[in-house]
C-alpha cells in the first residue's frame, strides 16, 4: 500500500490531506511509516526497521499495523 502523493506529512505526525482539507496526528512511528510509504517501501521492509529501532514483538507490531492500516484507509489517504 501507498500513502497518496498529495498527502502532506512533517516529521513531528502531523498529516494533511490537501483534497479534503482534513488533518490527523500520529506519533513518531507513525510518521515514519507514512514517510517511508511514500517513497515506496514495502510494508514488510518498514516493518523490519521498526522492529530494529524500538521495542516492540513483532505481534504487537502486526496488530498496531494492521489497526494503523485501517485508520489510514478510512481517512482516505492510501492509494487504491
Known sequence: ???K???ATSENGFIFNPAT???FSGN???SEIILAMKTGTAAE???QGIL???EVT???LDRDWE???VQLKEANLLEN
Request: hydrophobic content about 40%; cysteine-free; proline content about 0%.
Open 52 to 54: 530494529q529501532k524500538y
Open 1 to 3: 500500500m501507498r500513502i
Open 58 to 60: 513483532a505481534d504487537q
Open 21 to 23: 482539507g482534513d488533518s
Open 67 to 69: 489497526d494503523w492500516m
Open 45 to 47: 521492509q518498514i516493518k
Open 5 to 7: 502523493k498529495n498527502i
Open 28 to 30: 513518531a512511528i507513525a
